[in-house]
């Protein structure tokens, strides 16, 4: 298929990028995530990259900041608790690899106007997923023995496509199929969730490495780099501004600005 290509590197505004990110990285650590959804409607919508491209640098620097954000856990949830759970861990990668895999292949396949309709339905699934789960207490395991793996499997595998299309960790989904489905403590499904996005991002990094569109990542490495390190600052802002904004204010209003990106992404 052929897709648009981006403009030139030097035509994006660098401190624009800056902010993004700064802002971006602040909404993510204030509700534990990424921030990979909120990037993905600016990247589109103010920087103007197309669809596919998009994805792929949301996926680089949500990357980067999964292969960061483990190590830094380290001191609240150990290694070791994460390596006493590679039970549930493997079971949600069996289904989340082969699903990243497909759900590049998917994309690099799909035209661009009909990859942003797939995009915005699933901002709108994902701000439902935010409001609805991402506080759920830990408990007893919603389901036990093979139906537990059955599920697990398939709902690997659903993260596993919807991180590939959209460029994300999948930390939304992940933590609540940790909390409902596995009774995880949310702290621990955190840094599981880690875990698993991990390779299951790379996988899906792998497959979009084989389309020509790939190529945007050299083509705005100032882009990327001065993006990322405004989310860095951000994620340290977020993580001072923890304790004053209330979650049932904050997620909400988070939810209706992915709703409101779905509608423009629609509509791009």
Same mark, same amino acid.
């Not at 790939?214 to 951000?234: E, T, Y």
């Given at each position: ?6 403009? &030139? ?16 990285? &602040? ?38 900041? @999964? ?40 994309? @690099? ?17 994902? #701000? ?25 499997? $398939? &709902? ?6 919807? #991180? ?10 992940? $933590? ?60 340290? $802002? ?5 304790? $004053? ?17 779905? @509608? ?5």
């Amino acid at each position: 298929m052929t897709h648009e290509t981006t403009a &030139a590197p030097q035509s994006r505004n660098l401190p624009m990028a800056f902010g993004g990110g700064a802002i971006i990285g &602040a909404l993510g650590a204030l509700i534990g995530l990424g921030g990979a959804e909120f990037r993905l409607p600016l990247l589109i919508g103010l920087f103007n990259f197309p669809a596919l491209e998009a994805v792929i640098l949301n996926k680089a620097m949500s990357l980067v900041v @999964v292969a960061t954000a483990l190590p830094f856990r380290a001191g609240t949830v150990p290694f070791a608790a994460i390596a006493e759970n590679w039970p549930i861990a493997a079971n949600l990668l069996a289904g989340s690899l082969l699903g990243a895999w497909l759900g590049a292949g998917w994309a @690099v396949r799909l035209k661009s106007e009909t990859l942003h309709k797939v995009i915005a339905a699933l901002l709108v699934a994902v #701000a439902v997923v935010l409001v609805l789960g991402h506080d759920a207490g830990a408990g007893r395991p919603l389901l036990t023995g093979s139906s537990q793996l059955v599920a697990g499997v $398939i &709902a690997g595998f659903v993260i596993g496509v919807v #991180a590939s299309l959209l460029g994300v960790a999948g930390g939304e989904l992940l $933590i609540p199929t940790l909390v409902l489905l596995f009774g995880a403590d949310i702290k621990l499904a955190g840094s599981l969730s880690l875990a698993v996005s991990l390779p299951t991002m790379l996988v899906g990094f792998t497959r979009y490495s084989r389309d020509r569109s790939f190529s945007v990542l050299g083509r705005n490495k100032a882009f990327l780099l001065v993006m990322a390190a405004g989310s860095i600052v951000g994620t340290f $802002i977020g993580g001072l501004l923890l304790g $004053i904004v209330p979650s049932a204010f904050l997620l909400p209003a988070l939810a209706a600005i992915l709703l409101v990106s779905a @509608v423009k992404i629609w509509r791009h």
